[in-house]
């Protein structure tokens, strides 16, 4: 795949997921990350985009449950002894 092509596919992303951040939250670094590893893998930076997404997005889910668990645990009283 020719570089601009995958260059204007990150820039079109990035002018996209503005609009919808807090949904595309990983994605975006993500898509880029696997892109240019696919790309250096063989060529396939489409492919490598999309799985980068579906990663970045899964870790940036499991990060906000985490976040979240910690903030429950914190905002509980100790136990009376």
């Known amino acids: 795949m020719n570089a601009k092509i995958v260059a204007v596919m990150l ?3 990035a002018l996209a997921g503005t609009s919808a951040a807090a949904s595309a939250k990983g ?3 993500g898509a880029a990350v ?11 930076a489409v492919v490598g985009a999309v799985g ?5 997005r899964h870790l940036a889910n499991k990060k906000a449950a985490d976040q979240a668990a910690a ?3 914190a905002a509980q009283p100790a136990p009376a002894k």
């Open 27 to 29: 994605c975006l670094k």
């Open 52 to 56: 980068g997404c579906i990663v970045g």
């Open 71 to 73: 903030a429950h645990a």
């Open 11 to 13: 820039c079109a992303a």
């Open 34 to 44: 696997g892109g240019v590893a696919g790309h250096y893998a063989g060529h396939h």
